[in-house]
């Protein structure tokens, strides 16, 4: 079945960055455009952004365009995030989305 296990949140200070990744398995991941989404507790889950299958088209929200990079290693069946000039407003669980599929997702809390 589709799995999709992301990695790389954690704590961060203002400022700083963190680079996420998620691994696909169990489909075809090249043929999938992918994306990744934040939810804060209370809140709808939030895109954030989108890859597609050969890493040419790319899109942002608005929240995080200019400081957060989407890419993609297909040979490694893997998605990231570079993320950099974090905010608190950036803290959120992330999660890795390939069609209908969402991974468990990662956390990431920017506190001083």
């Known amino acids: 079945q589709v799995q999709l296990v992301e990695s790389g949140g954690g704590l961060v200070q203002p400022g700083g960055s963190l680079r996420l990744s998620c691994v696909g398995s169990?489909?075809?991941?090249?043929?999938?455009?992918l994306a990744w989404y934040r939810q804060v507790p209370g809140k709808q889950r939030e895109f954030v952004a989108i890859i597609s299958t050969t890493g040419r088209d790319i899109n942002y929200s608005n929240a995080v365009k200019g400081r957060f990079t989407i890419s993609r290693d297909n040979t490694e069946s893997t998605v990231y995030l570079q993320m950099n000039n974090l905010t608190s407003e950036d803290t959120a669980v992330y999660y890795c989305n390939a069609g209908t599929d969402y991974g468990r997702g990662t956390q990431v809390t920017v506190s001083s």
């Open positions: 169990g489909f075809t991941f090249e043929k999938y455009h």
